[in-house]
């Protein structure tokens, strides 16, 4: 099956662009690596999902592996910048990762706003934007992990309609969200 920037695999859900009032979630191309290695620069982004501020280069590397899509045909990565529609910036990423957990289909969905965003209301507008797109494909459940010291990601999952479970996982707690069909 072929895939495309935004990976299509055996969920048939493509990544497209997502618009919302003050932002649009635009399919990740390599050709912004660069700019997003700005974005994504601040160490302290890194407290809570750990790692380092990746280098143009590595960044590229991912983004070109993304943009191949998941070598497991059963599952499905998409991932979007957040790009401004005031002054045409990227500020973040959100991504969803589909497969199937038994018998239902769940997306994995994380988000990241560049430090100079945060504090708008960028990262709210852009998961919710993304849940509810996800909510609109053949999924069954979206999920997010947060790390339980991290008030302003829990705040974000709360607002896209995620909830908090009993669930752990890599000492991060599991929110989700099931959607009705």
């Known amino acids: 099956m072929g895939r495309d920037a935004g990976?299509?695999?055996?969920?048939?859900?493509?990544?497209?662009v997502i618009g919302a009032k003050r932002l649009e979630l635009v399919p990740v191309q390599v050709s912004y690596a660069e700019?997003?290695?700005?974005?994504?620069?601040?160490?302290?982004?890194?407290?809570?999902?750990?790692?380092?501020?990746?280098?143009?280069?590595?960044?590229?590397?991912?983004?070109?592996?993304?943009c191949a899509g998941s070598p497991d045909p059963m599952v499905t990565w998409l991932n979007w910048v957040i790009?401004?529609?005031?002054?045409?910036?990227?500020?973040?990423?959100?991504?969803?990762?589909?497969?199937?957990?038994?018998?239902?289909?769940v997306a994995e969905v994380a988000w990241v706003v560049g430090t100079p965003w945060q504090g708008q209301g960028i990262a709210t507008e852009a998961a919710g934007a993304l849940v509810e797109w996800l909510a609109e494909q053949p999924v069954h459940e979206i999920v997010a992990h947060i790390h339980p010291d991290h008030a302003a990601s829990a705040a974000v999952a709360a607002a896209a309609g995620l909830t908090p479970t009993?669930?752990?996982?890599?000492?991060?707690?599991?929110?989700?969200?099931?959607?009705?069909?």
């Open 83 to 105: 790009r401004l529609r005031s002054d045409g910036r990227l500020a973040g990423t959100v991504q969803a990762t589909i497969g199937p957990d038994g018998d239902d289909v």
């Open 7 to 16: 990976g299509i695999g055996v969920s048939g859900i493509e990544a497209r």
């Open 166 to 181: 009993d669930r752990w996982q890599d000492g991060e707690r599991r929110w989700r969200r099931s959607i009705g069909r």
């Open 35 to 66: 700019e997003m290695a700005r974005v994504l620069g601040d160490p302290a982004l890194h407290t809570y999902i750990g790692g380092a501020p990746e280098s143009v280069e590595q960044l590229r590397s991912r983004y070109e592996r993304w």
